[in-house]
Nanobody
Framework: VQLQASGGGVVQPGDSLTLSCTAS????????IGWFRQAPEQGREGISC????????YYANSVQGRFTISRDNAKNTVTLQMNSLKPEDTAVYYC??????????????????WGQGTQVTVSS
């Protein structure tokens, strides 16, 4: 499966952005999709994951209550709605997939397929 992330940009603190991850190729299997981010000189952080049917979600403490993940399997798209953005949200955001129905952990090393990153910059 190939993943394409989009929707990044430069915004001010308190603004919102919507990131999209569109899958193509072999989308017949079930995939858990995660959003990860990496700031300069930091590791890749798992911020949100969603199960293959969308019923189960995970949010890192740093984004809980501000970000919402959702998926539309008919359109092979997973969306990350980001509200109340903060400067510390600045990072390159990646979507990734693993062939699975559900997940125990939302960690980068458990995901096999990665899209290219999209830059999110939050600055006044």
């Amino acid at each position: 499966v190939q993943l394409q992330a989009s929707g990044g940009g430069v915004v001010q603190p308190g603004d919102s952005l919507t990131l999209s991850c569109t899958a193509s190729g072999d989308t017949s299997d079930k995939y858990v999709i995660g959003w990860f981010r990496q700031a300069p000189e930091q590791g890749r952080e798992g911020i949100s994951c969603v199960s293959s049917n969308g019923a189960a979600t995970y949010y890192a403490n740093s984004v809980q209550g501000r970000f919402t993940i959702s998926r539309d399997n008919a359109k092979n798209t997973v969306t990350l709605q980001m509200n109340s953005l903060k400067p510390e949200d600045t990072a390159v955001y990646y979507c990734a997939a693993v062939r699975a129905v559900g997940f125990y952990y939302c960690l980068a090393y458990t995901h096999d397929y990665w899209g290219q990153g999209t830059q999110v910059t939050v600055s006044s």
